[in-house]
């Protein structure tokens, strides 16, 4: 009877040893594995995102931010995925902890909803390099220059020096004022009396002299001819194509060269009018 439970025992022993040994070495096999699948995904976002050549400082420390997201991402991912696997081998019931976990991930996911949108719109404006800090961007209403970015928001400077703070999961449209190039835009409207091809020889001489020569301008200023007859005279439309951000110090400075070409020789830049027709007293007879 001793015997028999002493070999009992020792089966028991043995077994549990083995079946324990086994699920202890799965475990441990499972962890180095997911290590070592966790290090090939970080050497592959490191590759991925790795800048080429020499850039700025901004878009470095961008790309290191993208970088760092990313590369936290894989880790939480991935060692979620070794424990839960770990645990499992283990001989563990993972139902309640992924219930437990998907439980707590939609409480936080609602809770920090608007936070998460921000911060996907951010990763999004990242990749896409939308705008940098110092473009000169119209977002969600306010125009200004990129004075900081992060995952979270962007700050915008105005003109005014008002200091905008604009979320970016509020950013639906970007419109970019200094990438490639922008065109000056300036509209002049003239008498009606003054004839057209005075006014037009007078412009385009003047357009003529300021390429090379004006800061800020790329190409010859073109004038486009007449886009519109209003109410008070004649607009004529002058185009320059100019260097990014240089497109409202050009515009002022054709306006000003305009006008002293349009005072020298005499040409009349139109003013409002309104023309008032008087109705005869109804009070009068005819013979009055």
């Known amino acids: ?46 590759r991925l995102t790795r800048l080429p050549g020499q850039r700025a400082q901004e878009a470095i420390r961008r790309h290191r931010a993208l970088q760092t997201l990313l590369l936290h991402s894989v880790d939480a991912v991935v060692w979620f995925i070794i424990v839960v696997a770990a645990i499992s081998a283990l001989g563990v019931n993972v139902a309640s ?5 998907g439980v707590g991930g939609i409480a936080i ?10 911060v996907l719109a951010g990763v999004l404006i990242l ?8 473009d000169t961007v119209t977002l969600a209403g306010f125009t200004g220059a990129v004075e900081r970015m992060s995952l979270r928001s962007t700050a915008l400077r105005s003109f ?31 008498d009606y009396a003054e004839p057209l091809d005075r006014v037009q020889r007078v412009l385009e001489q003047t357009l003529a002299a300021c390429f090379p020569g004006m800061e800020g301008l790329t190409a010859a200023p073109e004038l486009l001819g007449v ?11 002058v185009c320059a194509e100019c260097a990014p951000g240089e497109h409202w110090a050009v ?38």
């Not at 002293?260 to 009018?273: K, M, N, T, Y």
């Open 1 to 46: 009877m001793d015997g028999f439970s002493l070999t009992a025992l020792r089966d028991a022993l043995l077994s549990g040893v083995l079946n324990w040994g086994g699920r202890i070495l799965t475990a441990a096999a499972i962890v180095l594995c997911g290590v070592f699948v966790r290090k090939l995904l970080r050497l592959g976002v490191q």
């Open 97 to 101: 902890i992924l219930t437990v976990a």
């Open 109 to 118: 996911g609602l809770g920090a909803q608007s936070i998460v949108t921000d």
């Open 127 to 134: 990749l896409e390099e939308q705008y940098v800090v110092g």
């Open 160 to 190: 005014a020096g008002d200091l905008h703070v604009v979320p970016n999961g509020e950013i639906r449209n970007v419109t970019n004022h200094t990438r490639s190039f922008h065109r000056a835009l300036v509209d002049l409207s003239v």
């Open 227 to 237: 886009v519109d007859l209003a109410d008070s005279g004649v607009v004529l439309r």
């Open 251 to 288: 515009e002022r400075k054709l306006r000003r060269l305009i006008k002293d070409a349009f005072d020298r020789e005499g040409i009349v830049l139109s003013i409002p009018q309104r023309m008032v027709h008087l109705a005869p007293d109804a009070r009068q007879t005819p013979d009055a």
